[in-house]
C-alpha cells in the first residue's frame, strides 16, 4: 500500500474575501429572496468541487466508516481542502498497517464546499428552520431534503451534536418510562380507600408515590422542548402527529398525577374512569418511545407514522364501514323485537350490544344457525345474508387491499423521510438550547461553523459489477448500465428504473430456464414414446 496520497486540485484557496461572498452568499441574503431562488441556487449551487485525491480502497472505506459523507465545519471558505482530514487519513492508514488488510487498488476521494455561508447556524439565522418550515406548511416538496447540500448539512448537524442530544433525551425518556411502568405494575396492590398520608406508609404506596414524583420532574423537560418548539414554530406548523400525542401524554400524565397525589381528587382513583385514564396512558408512553428509536433503523418507517398515513387515507372507507356496521346492527335490533327473550339473541338486546355482535360477525364470531329459532327466519337470514356479502365480502377485502396499498405507499421513499426525521429532530433541539449556549458553542468549529467541507467517495472510482451479463438470455446480450451517482445527485426515478430492469433480467433467465426444461421433457417424452 503506498503511503503517498495523489492531490488533484479543482480550485485553489481563494484570498478575496468579496470574491468568496460572491460565490457562497450569506444564507440571510438567500431567504431575503424568494423561495424558487433559494431552491434554485441550492439545486444548480448548493456544493462546488474543490479537488480530490486518491486513497488505497481500504482505507478509504475504513475513514467513511459506512457513512455516505464526512463533514467539517469551518469558519472560512479558504482552507487548505487537502489537509482537513490528514488526522483522520492517518489513523485509518495505521488501522490499515496493523491489521494488514486491504486492497491494492486507490479510489478517489472528492472534496466539496457548502456553498451558502452561515447554513448552519442555528433557529432563523440558519437554513434548516426556514426548509422544515416551508415543508410543513405544505410549501416545499419533501425531494427538497434530498439535494446534495441540504444533505450535507443534516450530516454536518446530525453527527456534530444532534445524535447526542437525541441519546440524553431518550436515556431520560427511559427512565420517565420506566418510573410509570412500575406505577403500573404497584398500584393494584394498593388500597384506593387510604388517604396519601396512609398510602406512603405502605410498600406499594411509597413506590408509587415516588414514581408518580419522578414522572412528574422528569417531564418537565420534555414540556419545555415542546413549547420552545411550538413558540418557535406557527401553530399550524407545530402541530404534527408526534406533538399531538406528546401533549396528550402530558395531559394524562399530569391529570394521573393530580388524582393520585392530591387527597381531595383520591377518591376518583377507585373509579373505571381512573383505571382508562392510566391504561391509555401506558399506550402514549410506549408509542411515544418509537419517536426516539425509529432513528436507529431509517430504512423502516415507524408504527405511528405507517397507522397514520394509512388511516388518513382510509378516512372515506373507514366512515363507510362505520355507518354500515351502524345501519345492519340497528336493523337486527329493530327484528330482535319480538325474540329477545330468547337466551340467543341476548346480544340483540340492546343497541350497543348489536353493535359488538355486528362487527363480531365479520370474524365469524356469529352463528346463522339461531337465525332459524327467530320469529322471522327467512327474513332473518336474508338480512344476515345481505350483511355478509356487503360489508364482510366486499368491503372488509377492500379497506385490507386499501390498508396493504397504503403500507407500501407509506413505506417509500424511506431515505427522504429518514432526511426529514433528522432535519426535524435537529432543528427541534436547536430551538431549546438557551441563546447563551448557541453563542458559546458558535464558534467557528463548534456546532455553528459558517462554511461546510464535504468528503465523500468519488463513485466513478469504484468498481462497478454489471450483474446482468449473468442473467443474458441465450441469443440476447445485455446493456452495461450507467454508473451509480453520488447519494443526492441521481435523477428522480433512476434507482426504480435500474431495479426494473435487474428484474426484467431475473425473468428473462427464469423464463429461459423453463424453456429448457420443456425442452428437456419434450425429449424424455419422444423417446418414451
Same mark, same amino acid.
Given at each position: 500500500?503506498?503511503?503517498?496520497?495523489?492531490?488533484?486540485?479543482?480550485?485553489?484557496?481563494?484570498?478575496?474575501?468579496?470574491?468568496?461572498?460572491?460565490?457562497?452568499?450569506?444564507?440571510?441574503?438567500?431567504?431575503?429572496?424568494?423561495?424558487?431562488?433559494?431552491?434554485?441556487?441550492?439545486?444548480?449551487?448548493?456544493?462546488?468541487?474543490?479537488?480530490?485525491?486518491?486513497?488505497?480502497?481500504?482505507?478509504?472505506?475504513?475513514?467513511?466508516? *459506512?457513512?455516505?459523507?464526512? =463533514?467539517?465545519?469551518?469558519?472560512?471558505?479558504?482552507?487548505?481542502?487537502?489537509?482537513?482530514?490528514?488526522?483522520?487519513?492517518?489513523?485509518?492508514?495505521?488501522?490499515?498497517?496493523?491489521?494488514?488488510?486491504?486492497?491494492?487498488?486507490?479510489?478517489?476521494?472528492?472534496?466539496?464546499?457548502?456553498?451558502?455561508?452561515?447554513?448552519?447556524?442555528?433557529?432563523?439565522? &440558519?437554513?434548516?428552520?426556514?426548509?422544515?418550515?416551508?415543508?410543513?406548511?405544505?410549501?416545499?416538496?419533501?425531494?427538497?431534503? &434530498?439535494?446534495?447540500?441540504?444533505?450535507?448539512?443534516?450530516?454536518?448537524?446530525?453527527?456534530?451534536?444532534?445524535?447526542?442530544?437525541?441519546?440524553?433525551?431518550?436515556?431520560?425518556?427511559?427512565?420517565?418510562?420506566?418510573?410509570?411502568?412500575?406505577?403500573?405494575?404497584?398500584?393494584?396492590?394498593?388500597?384506593?380507600?387510604?388517604?396519601?398520608?396512609?398510602?406512603?406508609?405502605?410498600?406499594?404506596?411509597?413506590?408509587?408515590?415516588?414514581?408518580?414524583?419522578?414522572?412528574?420532574?422528569?417531564?418537565?423537560?420534555?414540556?419545555?422542548?415542546?413549547?420552545?418548539?411550538?413558540?418557535?414554530?406557527?401553530?399550524?406548523?407545530?402541530?404534527?402527529?408526534?406533538?399531538?400525542?406528546?401533549?396528550?401524554?402530558?395531559?394524562?400524565?399530569?391529570?394521573?398525577?393530580?388524582?393520585?397525589?392530591?387527597?381531595?381528587?383520591?377518591?376518583?382513583?377507585?373509579?373505571?374512569?381512573?383505571?382508562?385514564?392510566?391504561?391509555?396512558?401506558?399506550?402514549?408512553?410506549?408509542?411515544?418511545?418509537?419517536?426516539?428509536?425509529?432513528?436507529?433503523?431509517?430504512?423502516?418507517?415507524?408504527?405511528?407514522?405507517?397507522?397514520?398515513?394509512?388511516?388518513?387515507?382510509?378516512?372515506?372507507?373507514?366512515?363507510?364501514?362505520?355507518?354500515?356496521?351502524?345501519?345492519?346492527?340497528?336493523?337486527?335490533?329493530?327484528?330482535?323485537?319480538?325474540?329477545?327473550?330468547?337466551?340467543?339473541?341476548?346480544?340483540?338486546?340492546?343497541?350497543?350490544?348489536?353493535?359488538?355482535?355486528?362487527?363480531?360477525?365479520?370474524?365469524? *364470531?356469529?352463528?346463522?344457525?339461531?337465525?332459524?329459532?327467530?320469529?322471522?327466519?327467512?327474513?332473518?337470514?336474508?338480512?344476515?345474508?345481505?350483511?355478509?356479502?356487503?360489508?364482510?365480502?366486499?368491503?372488509?377485502?377492500?379497506?385490507?387491499?386499501?390498508?396493504?396499498?397504503?403500507?407500501?405507499?407509506?413505506?417509500?421513499?424511506?431515505?427522504?423521510?429518514?432526511?426529514?426525521?433528522?432535519?426535524?429532530?435537529?432543528?427541534?433541539?436547536?430551538?431549546?438550547?438557551?441563546?447563551?449556549?448557541?453563542?458559546?458553542? *458558535?464558534?467557528?468549529? *463548534?456546532?455553528?461553523?459558517?462554511?461546510?467541507?464535504?468528503?465523500?467517495?468519488?463513485?466513478?472510482?469504484?468498481?462497478?459489477?454489471?450483474?446482468?451479463?449473468?442473467?443474458?438470455?441465450? &441469443?440476447?446480450?445485455?446493456?452495461?448500465?450507467?454508473?451509480? =451517482?453520488?447519494?443526492?445527485?441521481?435523477?428522480? &426515478?433512476?434507482?426504480?428504473?435500474?431495479?426494473?430492469?435487474?428484474?426484467?433480467?431475473?425473468?428473462?433467465?427464469?423464463?429461459?430456464?423453463?424453456?429448457?426444461?420443456?425442452?428437456?421433457?419434450?425429449?424424455?417424452?419422444?423417446?418414451?414414446?
Amino acid at each position: 500500500m503506498a503511503e503517498t496520497r495523489l492531490h488533484v486540485p479543482l480550485l485553489r484557496p481563494q484570498d478575496d474575501d468579496r470574491q468568496t461572498a460572491q460565490e457562497n452568499p450569506h444564507v440571510t441574503t438567500l431567504l431575503q429572496g424568494n423561495f424558487s431562488s433559494l431552491i434554485n441556487h441550492l439545486e444548480t449551487d448548493g456544493v462546488k468541487k474543490l479537488g480530490s485525491f486518491k486513497v488505497n480502497a481500504y482505507v478509504a472505506e475504513t475513514l467513511m466508516g *459506512g457513512e455516505p459523507m464526512l =463533514t467539517q465545519g469551518s469558519g472560512s471558505a479558504s482552507l487548505a481542502w487537502d489537509q482537513m482530514w490528514e488526522p483522520q487519513l492517518q489513523q485509518a492508514e495505521a488501522h490499515v498497517r496493523l491489521t494488514s488488510q486491504g486492497w491494492q487498488d486507490d479510489v478517489s476521494l472528492d472534496v466539496y464546499l457548502l456553498r451558502i455561508a452561515a447554513a448552519a447556524h442555528p433557529d432563523e439565522q &440558519g437554513l434548516l428552520r426556514y426548509l422544515v418550515s416551508q415543508y410543513r406548511k405544505g410549501n416545499m416538496d419533501m425531494r427538497v431534503f &434530498g439535494l446534495p447540500a441540504v444533505q450535507a448539512l443534516i450530516h454536518f448537524k446530525w453527527w456534530r451534536y444532534s445524535k447526542r442530544l437525541l441519546m440524553s433525551q431518550l436515556a431520560l425518556y427511559l427512565v420517565w418510562l420506566t418510573a410509570y411502568t412500575t406505577f403500573c405494575v404497584k398500584l393494584p396492590e394498593e388500597d384506593h380507600s387510604l388517604t396519601l398520608a396512609e398510602v406512603v406508609k405502605t410498600p406499594a404506596g411509597q413506590v408509587n408515590v415516588v414514581c408518580q414524583v419522578v414522572c412528574l420532574v422528569i417531564m418537565v423537560p420534555f414540556l419545555y422542548q415542546d413549547l420552545t418548539s411550538m413558540m418557535a414554530y406557527s401553530l399550524h406548523s407545530w402541530t404534527s402527529r408526534w406533538n399531538l400525542l406528546n401533549k396528550v401524554s402530558y395531559m394524562f400524565q399530569i391529570t394521573i398525577s393530580a388524582l393520585y397525589l392530591v387527597d381531595s381528587l383520591r377518591p376518583w382513583t377507585s373509579t373505571t374512569a381512573f383505571d382508562a385514564l392510566v391504561a391509555a396512558h401506558v399506550a402514549t408512553m410506549y408509542l411515544r418511545l418509537q419517536y426516539y428509536t425509529r432513528i436507529f433503523h431509517p430504512a423502516r418507517p415507524s408504527f405511528v407514522d405507517t397507522m397514520a398515513d394509512v388511516f388518513l387515507g382510509l378516512a372515506d372507507l373507514m366512515a363507510v364501514f362505520i355507518l354500515l356496521i351502524w345501519a345492519f346492527a340497528l336493523a337486527f335490533y329493530t327484528l330482535f323485537t319480538n325474540d329477545v327473550d330468547k337466551e340467543q339473541f341476548a346480544s340483540w338486546r340492546e343497541l350497543w350490544s348489536s353493535m359488538v355482535a355486528a362487527y363480531s360477525a365479520l370474524r365469524g *364470531g356469529l352463528d346463522y344457525h339461531s337465525f332459524f329459532d327467530s320469529s322471522s327466519p327467512v327474513l332473518m337470514t336474508s338480512v344476515f345474508v345481505v350483511f355478509q356479502f356487503t360489508v364482510v365480502t366486499c368491503l372488509s377485502r377492500i379497506i385490507t387491499g386499501a390498508i396493504i396499498r397504503g403500507t407500501d405507499e407509506a413505506a417509500g421513499d424511506v431515505g427522504l423521510k429518514a432526511l426529514l426525521t433528522k432535519a426535524s429532530i435537529i432543528d427541534e433541539g436547536d430551538a431549546l438550547m438557551p441563546a447563551w449556549v448557541e453563542r458559546w458553542l *458558535g464558534h467557528p468549529n *463548534g456546532w455553528f461553523p459558517t462554511y461546510i467541507y464535504i468528503l465523500k467517495v468519488d463513485p466513478k472510482s469504484l468498481d462497478s459489477v454489471k450483474t446482468q451479463s449473468d442473467w443474458a438470455v441465450e &441469443g440476447q446480450e445485455s446493456s452495461a448500465g450507467d454508473e451509480g =451517482t453520488a447519494e443526492g445527485t441521481a435523477e428522480p &426515478g433512476s434507482g426504480e428504473v435500474a431495479e426494473l430492469k435487474g428484474k426484467v433480467a431475473e425473468l428473462r433467465g427464469q423464463v429461459a430456464d423453463m424453456k429448457h426444461m420443456v425442452r428437456a421433457l419434450c425429449k424424455r417424452m419422444d423417446v418414451k414414446a
